[in-house]
Each structure stands twice: as structure tokens, then as C-alpha cells.
């Protein structure tokens, strides 16, 4: 089975300058868990921000009672400050044992996936192929799959 046929292609994208407030509301809004970092110039993958890495970079303090102006400016960092750089990324034709291969050997929870320009046209997680695999048991094709 190919990348193509399991990848989710409604991607959250933002540029280098925006902001994890930015990030942040973009996360509450949708069911997404990483948001891709494009090029203003050229729209080429240049990085990624997880939600994890966002709490991560984020005081817990915000939104809270102790809060101070001091937490409120950590919304400030700009996404190029804090996005995973040097991304693994596959391509559509792909197949998913190439993706299985890479979330094993290293410790990623998605993957971009990009055309032949370097700009993102999908992304794959785990959860991806773990959805394809329970929906080939049930229609017993398991089997034939893997």
C-alpha cells in the first residue's frame, strides 16, 4: 500500500515568523497535532511543531490565576524558533513499510509527506496506518495487505 492512499491530506501549515499563539489557537481549532512550517517564499517544508512542542516551549501558568505578562510573551516565540528542523519526510508513492521503518527507528509520532519540490502535500502518523490496518481486517484483507 502506498503513502498516498493513507495519509491525511488537510494539513495545518503556518510561516516561520507566526507566533505559538498563532500555533496555539490553531491547535484548539481542529484535531491536529502538528502543524508544518512552510517557506513564505517558495512553500517548501522547513519544519514542523507538535502540540507537544508547543506545551513544551509554552508556560503552564497561562490561562491560569497565577499567570504573569511573563507567560503571556512565551505566545510570542516565532514558530522557526521552536519547529523540529532537518525533517524525515516521505514522498506519495512511497509504501507504508517505508513509513513503519522510520517511526521504528526513530522516535517520531507523524511524518511529512512532500511532492518533488519540497512542498507538503500530506502527513502520516502512526495512527494512519494503524486505522488502514483495522480497516483491511475487517474486510478481510489483511492478509493480502501485509
Known amino acids: 500500500m502506498y503513502i498516498k492512499d493513507m495519509m491525511t491530506t488537510r494539513l495545518a501549515t503556518v510561516m516561520m515568523d507566526d507566533n505559538l499563539g ?4 490553531i491547535f484548539e481549532q481542529v484535531s491536529f497535532h502538528h502543524v508544518l512550517v512552510i517557506d513564505e517564499d517558495d512553500g517548501q517544508l522547513v519544519g514542523m511543531v507538535s502540540d507537544r512542542d508547543m506545551r513544551h516551549y509554552l508556560s503552564p501558568k497561562l490561562g491560569t ?3 504573569l505578562q511573563r507567560d503571556r510573551d512565551t505566545l510570542t516565540q516565532k514558530a522557526h ?3 523540529t528542523r532537518n525533517l524525515i519526510t516521505l514522498t506519495q508513492e512511497h509504501q507504508v513499510y517505508d513509513a513503519i521503518e522510520l517511526f521504528t527507528k526513530h522516535r517520531i509520532s507523524a511524518i511529512p509527506v512532500v511532492d518533488a519540490n519540497k512542498k507538503p502535500v500530506g502527513i502520516v502518523s502512526w495512527r494512519d496506518i494503524l486505522k488502514q490496518i483495522v480497516e483491511h481486517k475487517s474486510r478481510d484483507k489483511f492478509n493480502s495487505w501485509i
Open 22 to 25: 498563532t500555533i496555539r489557537d
Open 81 to 83: 524558533q521552536v519547529m
Open 65 to 67: 490565576g497565577a499567570e
